[in-house]
């Protein structure tokens, strides 16, 4: 089917033409006509297949016939979220007075709010920042007559399930309104959700069983862990890709690929979801313009992300959830073109394969490099490796090795410190000590004091017998039979006037000097605490 068959008006049309459409995808034709004629959806749609196209052509067919018409749509991901706008723009572009207003976290309110003054046909958010408008009266939910919730099993697997229901709650009755969802999945969340805040709405499914694969070339490299990179850049070399998107599964291992390309001479940067939204925002338009060839990215990218002539998506980690596989490689071939997706896997992430390859219903085609002769490429970062100050969180996949203890880091954020700063060089144990901490170790609580005492000496009851000037703490007699004056009464010395302590002084002279103590007895040497012993003794002193 093409556009122009569907009840549409020009304005729209030229938007459609604008964006170099003619002809519908799958679910366009199976949705559009019902959306157009004010029905709510519930669609089951996969990555790429152009839903975005179906709600943003109803909203603007719906404004063509009422001016005062307002829909908000909402997404999981700021990146989503800046992308259904510029994707709104350009649709829209028949409609010069069309007015879009984008709203998410990670920035500051201020220009958001001058947006929101201006008066807006079409509102595109995340949950929490549209809430946070809302709670102050910023942004009311009963004026929206089109509702849209994009990528729904993501929102509530992030959380936002309670969010949403706050919202449709503080909306005008299913009704008065049309509400249109699409998800990758219909669970049973999505499902009530829908039963619950939609007007009986029509359930599309449109081939969930059949993934995005059939366009996309894909291929698997099984690597050691350690020769990965390496591999890396011979397949870049061999392929030469203009522009390439390449996935890892933490954010430290997306910092060291992409600094490792650069040491490399390829022009990468990295992505992930803890950088600030300016500059997010910025490397994706560089990428989307041609000025970044390479961009390395955790799986914050892996939906939302559409970058038009992408070439080559890069497992270089496969991915622990199988569903992450279909959208990391759907960020090619979209729109019906084709693409490349390779996948490196090694002994640390092997065991995501088999549930990737039962997921989309085939084996992804093994190749060697020899096989294709590939060349060695020099690598001009060997032996590089980035470290973060964040402590790696643990994983109980039995394959993982990031449950393992790394070493210690500052707290300056600035990267590790050098094992020969002082505080952090790890000395070894010494050997006296080691077969006492092993038999120690086995003991219980019992045997353990048991052993103290026999191996140490003196019993508690020994302890409390010893006069009050032996016990460890007390202040010794220092030589002379002086003791040490203490710091409150050098205090109130101090604070004493000055003639006062002339007067002292004068007074101290005049008295007769007292005879010289006689000569103290034997003083008995006392042995160190109960504790004190024990600590030498494990120590090997």
């Not at 034709?29 to 179906?54: I, N, Y």
């Not at 029509?202 to 995005?212: N, S």
Request: aromatic content about 8%.
């Amino acid at each position: 089917m093409r556009f122009t068959e569907l009840p549409l008006s020009e304005e729209v049309l030229a938007g459609i033409e604008k964006a170099g459409y003619s002809e519908c995808t799958d679910v366009q034709e199976r949705v559009l006509p019902l959306t157009l004629s004010g029905r709510d959806v519930m669609v089951q749609s996969k990555t790429g297949s152009g839903k975005t196209a179906v709600f943003l052509l109803t909203i603007l067919e719906k404004y063509a016939k009422n001016r005062a018409s307002a829909a908000l749509i909402v997404s999981p991901t700021r990146e989503l979220a800046v992308q259904i706008e510029e994707d709104a723009r350009v649709l829209s572009a028949g409609y010069p007075d069309f007015r879009i207003g984008c709203f998410y976290g990670g920035v500051g309110y201020k220009e958001q709010m001058e947006e929101l003054k201006s008066g807006l046909n079409l509102y595109v958010g995340t949950p929490g920042r549209l809430l946070d408008f809302a709670k102050s009266s910023k942004i009311d939910f009963r004026c929206f007559d089109t509702v849209v919730l994009d990528e729904a099993d993501r929102m509530f697997d992030m959380g936002f399930y309670p969010d949403i229901q706050t919202m449709f709650s503080r909306m005008v009755s299913p009704k008065e309104r049309q509400t249109m969802l699409f998800s990758a999945t219909l669970s049973t969340r999505v499902r009530n959700l829908a039963w619950k805040y939609m007007n009986e709405a029509d359930e599309i499914t449109v081939q969930p069983e059949e993934i995005t694969v059939k366009n996309i070339t894909q291929e698997l490299f099984h690597v050691n862990k350690d020769e990965k990179f390496g591999l890396l850049l011979s397949l870049l070399k061999k392929i030469d890709p203009r522009s390439c998107l390449i996935f890892t599964n933490t954010k430290d291992m997306a910092v060291e690929v992409a600094k490792r390309l650069q040491m490399n001479g390829y022009k990468a940067e990295y992505l992930m979801g803890d950088m600030p939204q300016s500059k997010r925002l910025k490397t994706i338009d560089r990428m989307k313009d041609g000025l970044l060839p390479m961009l390395v990215a955790t799986d914050v990218a892996a939906r939302g992300l559409q970058i038009d002539d992408l070439e080559l998506v890069v497992n270089y980690d496969i991915p622990e959830d199988f569903e992450s596989y279909v959208h990391r490689i759907g960020r090619t071939a979209r729109a019906g073109k084709s693409g490349k997706a390779i996948t490196l896997a090694c002994e640390e992430y092997i065991y995501g394969l088999e549930p990737i390859e039962s997921y989309i219903q085939m084996k992804i085609p093994v190749l060697w490099p020899d096989e294709i002769g590939l060349e060695a490429v020099e690598d001009k970062s060997a032996g590089y490796h980035y470290r973060s100050s964040r402590r790696p969180s643990s994983s109980h996949r039995p394959g993982s090795s990031s449950h393992q203890r790394t070493e210690r880091r500052g707290s300056s954020g600035k990267g590790p410190r050098k094992s020969s700063e002082k505080g952090f060089e790890k000395k070894p144990r010494e050997k006296k000590g080691d077969g006492e901490y092993d038999k120690l170790s086995k003991m219980t609580l019992e045997e353990r004091m048991a052993y103290y005492k026999k191996e140490f000496g003196d019993s508690p009851e020994e302890g409390k017998k010893k006069p009050q000037s032996q016990r460890k703490g007390q202040n010794q007699p220092r030589k002379g039979g002086q003791s040490n004056p203490s710091r409150k009464a050098q205090a109130q010395q101090n604070r004493k006037p000055q003639a006062q302590q002339k007067n002292d002084a004068i007074q101290r002279k005049e008295e007769p000097k007292k005879p010289a103590p006689a000569p103290a007895k034997e003083v008995k040497v006392v042995k160190k605490g109960f504790f004190s012993r024990i600590v030498d003794k494990l120590r090997g002193k």
